[in-house]
């Protein structure tokens, strides 16, 4: 016997009849077909308790009972809002009633007189539909709480890529979409000896700022176009000759959406206040 099958048999199944012969003919067939957990009342009122504790998978609910019928049961039903899925087929002798019943909630009907080939084959039927149906509940359930560990290790794996790229390079930086810069650190100001917008923003040219120009464009570049580098090399001259020499890389940052949101790099000094060949602009 297959896991499927073992599971079908030991469903928790409640019989809901004021006719005790009806109860004792379906409670006398499920048993013979091998279900093992079969539970019976002839209160139709004491339903919704009893699956509230209960939690069955299939409630056998006949449709005509004094005091409260199947449509009152299944409206009550409706209002358990742990279970969405009415696991409800009703039995019915009137023709009539059965597409006012699936309307109201019935995943299927037995009709009266029973059939018992016809009540087996649809008690089967609706219990493996039940029983996928909670499989996919809880794998979604379990998809959700995995996408929720993954998110949460992402986010504290990147912020210890953040903390470890500041640390291990002279400084850091982060633009967004509009190319704003909105986190810097490390002694930007005092490495470079300007502010950040004239380092990779589009500030004047003619000031001389000591950067070699060309290479500030195809940096500016590599931004605009987002595109990935790693050791891009980046110099600055000083009016006594020497040069100071940087590696800077950077990559372009995507949402979940794959949506472009900005830029961030590192920085670091090479050498400095060496004398070195002129750099072309």
């Known amino acids: 016997m297959t896991g499927m099958a073992q599971d079908i048999l030991a469903a928790k199944i409640l019989i ?5 012969a009806n109860v004792v003919l ?3 067939l499920l048993a013979e077909a091998g279900y093992t957990h079969v539970s019976s009342t002839l209160d139709p009122r004491a339903v919704t308790a009893l699956h509230t504790a209960e939690a069955f998978d299939l409630i056998l609910l006949d449709l005509q009972m004094p005091g409260m019928d199947g449509f009152e049961v299944m409206a009550g039903l409706k209002r358990n809002p742990n ?23 019935a995943k299927d009907f037995i009709s009266k007189p029973f059939d018992l080939l016809e009540v087996k084959t649809r008690i089967h039927n609706m219990l493996e539909v039940r029983l996928l149906y909670e499989a996919v509940a809880q794998h979604n359930v379990m998809l959700e709480q995995w996408v929720e560990e993954r ?26 979409e509009s190319g704003d810069f909105t ?21 004047s040219c003619d000031e001389d700022t ?8 195809a940096l500016q570049a590599a931004i605009a176009s987002r595109q990935p580098f790693l050791d891009f090399a980046f110099h600055r001259r000083h009016s006594d000759g020497t040069t100071e020499q940087f590696r800077v890389s950077g990559e372009p940052m995507f ?6 949101i900005g830029y961030r790099g590192i920085g670091s000094q090479v050498r400095a206040g060496s004398v070195v060949a002129p750099v072309s602009a």
């Open 210 to 217: 000591g950067w070699v120009e060309s290479e500030r464009r």
């Open 83 to 105: 279970d969405p899925y009415l696991p409800v087929i009703v039995l019915t002798a009137q023709p009539g009633h059965k597409l006012r019943a699936l309307q109201a909630g």
């Open 255 to 260: 949402d979940k959406a794959c949506r472009y």
């Open 26 to 28: 379906l409670e006398r």
């Open 151 to 176: 998110t949460a290790e992402l986010r504290e794996s990147e912020a210890r890529f953040r903390s470890l790229t500041e640390l291990a390079s002279d400084w850091y930086w982060e633009q967004n």
């Open 16 to 20: 809901v009849d004021d006719q005790s």
């Open 183 to 203: 986190h810097v650190s490390g002694p930007v100001q005092q490495m470079l000896g300007l502010r950040v917008t004239d380092f990779l923003g589009s500030g």
